[in-house]
T-cell receptor, first 113, second 109 residues
């Protein structure tokens, strides 16, 4: 089954404790992206990747890191999480860039206390 | 930077009525305009999309129109049903995808 898989689905952590949210897609998509969803603000792009070893900042990259060592994986790293990073996070992939349909993962609800 | 504005933020309609959601975008290079529906607790999923070489596209009860000159595009839902209640996001895509802030649609039975 074609899908985008994120883990974990739910995470509660403490300020400053490094964490990684994994994202994997099995559709051989070139484009992958991370968004955070906050009430009234929609889906804001954190980072995106056009292909392996190619990543770029989105609109809200501060406090986040990503890597794209393999085509299928695009982990989101929070080196030192803070309470303002409490949010619902979505990973998405698309065949080729931002002008093709995006397929979203199930979402990760992160709470930083 | 590039942005997409979406209105209204909340829309309440009676079952059977039509609903219209409007978006404007700023990046002239955008050439792909998808609409996503997000039901409560679920992930966004594509419901319809349109490309810049097309002015209108219809799929059963939903339609999208695009005015590239004015940088406007709209989603039209006719004969609304309670299961249409959700958050709807417009987006403008080119090199990357920019999303609007979303419209929460309530369809009252």
């Amino acid at each position: 089954e074609a899908q985008v898989t994120q883990n974990p689905r739910y995470l509660i952590t403490v300020t400053g404790k490094k964490l990684t949210v994994t994202c994997s897609q099995n559709m051989n998509h070139e484009y992958m992206s991370w968004y955070r969803q906050d009430p009234g603000l929609g889906l804001r792009q954190i980072y995106y990747s056009m292909n392996v070893e190619v990543t770029d900042k989105g609109d809200v990259p501060e406090g986040y890191k990503v890597s794209r060592k393999e085509k299928r994986n695009f982990p989101l790293i929070l080196e030192s999480p803070s309470p303002n990073q409490t949010s619902l996070y979505f990973c998405a992939s698309a065949p080729r860039g931002g002008n093709t349909e995006a397929f979203f993962g199930q979402g990760t609800r992160l709470t930083v206390v | 930077g590039e942005n997409v504005e979406q209105h209204p933020s909340t829309l309440s309609v009676q079952e059977g009525d039509s609903a219209v959601i409007k978006c404007t975008y700023s990046d002239s290079a955008s050439n792909y305009f998808p609409w996503y529906k997000q039901e409560l607790g679920k992930r966004p999923q594509l419901i319809i999309d349109i490309r810049s070489n097309v002015g209108e596209k219809k799929d059963q009860r939903i339609a999208v129109t695009l005015n590239k000159t004015a940088k406007h595009f709209s989603l039209h839902i006719t004969e609304t049903q309670p299961e249409d209640s959700a958050v709807y996001f417009c987006a403008a895509g080119g090199f990357k995808t920019i999303f609007g802030a979303g419209t929460r649609l309530f369809v009252k039975a």
